[in-house]
């Protein structure tokens, strides 16, 4: 665990657990409770790789996939993956082509997309339309009271399958999500409007909304479709759903080395700016590691760092390509550490990536789905 890393690659990288992720997949099955999930797969896997996740999702039945734009779409259809796929963004007119040639099902977001997926479907060829609902989040969708002719619109265009009604949750991951009832209650409002014409599958609860399951409505015989994300990379959204992720493994673990060990004297600043300063002889590692491979500048309030055991605190800016930890007194327990030591930016041996979050004023999603190209995804079984 300690040996100096040799060979040309990068020191930094992103342990990939395709065991813990194969372990989560089944874990989250396990309580399905007849809902069928879709894995969310966005953001190239929320930074995990989304290839590899594909992959494992697939092999362990998840067969419906989601991504956010069509760009990610097209991207996993170029590198084989034929899986059911749904983008959840809102399409402009000019990009439902390409829809129709990569076979995605599309999201209609307002009634101009419904109207645009209608002329597509007669220009270019069929289409699989998802009606989204905005029940409350105000992002993207049809208002509740417009959804039900939109729907029997597009129902009685040739080439147009309404293949689902669905929504998005605003306050699912947040320690008072009452308003998820609200949103339930406009989003049943729909269905029932619908009636017998509603589509056959419905979607309504993300991760958060399933772990925790705030949601019980059957939606009549309708088939309900979970969207699950974090979840599967054994993520927290907020800290307090933390709690709701016990049985959950985290999938990804930012490992890199010490590459350069000093002591400053007392007085001296660290770093950019000198915004930390030494009160007493002080052991200082630098890592690499820095803003360019995705790190949070804000990490240098409060951010830790897992070497031999210990968390020690990030001090001084993180820079571009390296970032500093004070290991304490020259002849503290900091002592043992050793240029090419491992150091844990979060997971096994380290912070949580939900703490490391928190140190930084950020969700663990945005730590791991802003790791840059820079950062080798590394597939390891543990
Ligand atoms: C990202 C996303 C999800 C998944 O959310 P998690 O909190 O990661 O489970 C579900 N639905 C939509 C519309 C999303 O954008």
Request: some cysteine.
């Amino acid at each position: 665990m300690h040996e100096p890393a040799d060979g040309e690659g990068s020191l930094l990288r992103a342990e990939i657990s395709l065991d813990a992720l194969r372990h989560n997949v089944r874990h989250l099955l396990a309580r399905a409770d007849g809902a069928e999930p879709v894995g969310v797969v966005k953001a190239d896997a929320y930074g995990h790789g989304a290839l590899d996740v594909a992959r494992v999702l697939r092999e362990e039945g998840v067969v419906r996939l989601a991504v956010a734009t069509l760009a990610e779409a097209v991207a996993l259809r170029e590198t084989g993956v034929d899986a059911w796929l749904l983008v959840l963004a809102a399409p402009l007119p000019g990009q439902l082509g390409a829809y129709v040639r990569h076979g995605l099902a599309v999201t209609v977001s307002s009634p101009d997309v419904a109207e645009a997926i209608a002329e597509t479907a007669r220009e270019v060829g069929p289409l699989v339309a998802h009606v989204k609902v905005d029940t409350g989040m105000h992002r993207l969708g049809l208002a509740p009271d417009a959804a039900p002719a939109v729907v029997r619109a597009l129902q009685a265009t040739p080439g147009v399958e309404v293949e689902a009604l669905w929504t998005h949750l605003a306050t699912a991951d947040t320690a008072d999500p009452a308003f998820v009832q609200t949103q339930a209650t406009r989003f049943q409002a729909v269905v029932d409007a619908l009636g017998d014409d509603a589509p056959p599958l419905v979607h309504v609860e993300n991760g958060p909304a399933f772990v925790r399951g705030l949601l019980t409505e059957a939606w009549g015989d309708r088939r309900r479709l979970v969207r699950l994300g974090g979840v599967l990379y054994g993520l927290a959204s907020a800290p307090s759903l933390v709690p709701d992720l016990a049985g959950l493994r985290p999938v990804m673990r930012l490992v890199t080395r010490v590459v350069h060990l000093q002591t400053v004297a007392a007085g001296e600043a660290v770093s950019y700016g000198q915004t930390w300063r030494a009160e007493a002889p002080t052991r200082i590692a630098t890592l690499a590691a820095g803003y360019a491979d995705g790190l949070p500048r804000a990490l240098q309030q409060g951010g830790e760092v897992g070497i031999r055991g210990g968390l020690h605190p990030v001090v001084g800016r993180v820079c571009m390509d390296m970032l500093m930890t004070s290991l304490g007194a020259p002849d503290g327990p900091g002592a043992a550490v050793r240029v090419g030591d491992e150091a844990v930016l979060w997971g096994s041996g380290g912070p949580s990536a939900e703490a490391q979050a928190s140190h930084a004023g950020t969700l663990s999603y945005e730590l791991t789905s802003g790791l840059t190209a820079r950062v080798p995804r590394v597939p390891v079984s543990r």
